[in-house]
Nanobody
């Protein structure tokens, strides 16, 4: 069973930065794809960014140019560097990993951006 552990959320002022970290454990296989989603109160969960083990990253339009997703395959860890944050970035950020065609999700970490 794959477990995902997220960290790095918190409170930041508009224009500030945070870095989220998510580490996958419990499998001998490295994740094929890792991604970050977010869910704001009263809204549907939405994709933020994805990064495959090989290939190009994908970003949602609202975060392009401000957020950067990266991963350390040796550590089965994915990062989300969030810069120039806006109040509308406030949400629970969830890490997901696809391992051997199965999706796994973390518990989420709260990010709050104050204006």
């Amino acid at each position: 069973q794959v477990q995902l552990a997220e960290s790095g959320g918190g409170l930041v002022q508009a224009g500030g930065s945070l870095r989220l970290t998510c580490t996958a454990s419990g499998s001998i296989f490295s994740p094929d794809v890792m991604a970050w989603y977010r869910q704001a109160p009263g809204k549907q969960r939405e994709l933020v960014a994805t990064i495959p083990s090989l290939g190009s990253t994908v970003y949602a339009d609202p975060v392009k140019g401000r957020f950067t997703i990266s991963r350390d395959n040796a550590k089965n860890t994915v990062y989300l560097q969030m810069n120039s944050q806006k109040p509308e970035d406030t949400a629970v950020y969830l890490c997901t990993a696809v391992v051997r065609f199965k999706d796994y999700w973390g518990q989420g970490t709260q990010v709050t951006v104050s204006s």
